[in-house]
């Protein structure tokens, strides 16, 4: 099993940036990438972001590189979502998963989430 437990969102005025973070507990030793998902009112569940647990190499949504960059402290066991230049667009809960086999964009290649936490963004 593997737990998961975000914070850091909040209300924040567009073009400023917010920090999410995701502590992981568990069998981290199983996890093959962690990743950033966020749903709007209304709307799918969405991949903003993900990084493999190990080694490091990270993959984006279109809508947000270059604005948003994921990292990870594995003593820690944290990963975080910074999140710049933040558009309104961006209003939603993100929730962070854990997949233990490969995962990427797909809410499905996802094993572990956690409750989420709110981003609103307002003009």
């Known amino acids: 099993q593997v737990q998961l437990v975000e914070s850091g969102g909040g209300l924040v005025q567009a073009g400023n940036s917010l920090r999410l973070s995701c502590v992981i507990s568990g069998r981290t030793f199983n996890i093959y990438a962690l990743g950033w998902f966020r749903q709007a009112p209304g709307k799918e569940r969405e991949f903003v972001a993900g990084?493999?647990?190990?080694?490091?190499?990270?993959w984006y949504n279109d809508s947000v590189e270059g604005r948003f960059a994921i990292s990870k402290d594995n003593a820690k066991n944290t990963v975080y979502l910074q999140m710049n230049s933040l558009e309104l667009e961006d209003t939603a809960i993100y929730y962070c998963a854990a997949g233990l086999g490969i995962a990427t964009f797909s809410p499905n290649e996802y094993d572990y989430w956690g409750q989420g936490t709110l981003v609103a963004v307002s003009a």
């Open positions: 990084i493999r647990w190990s080694g490091g190499t990270t």
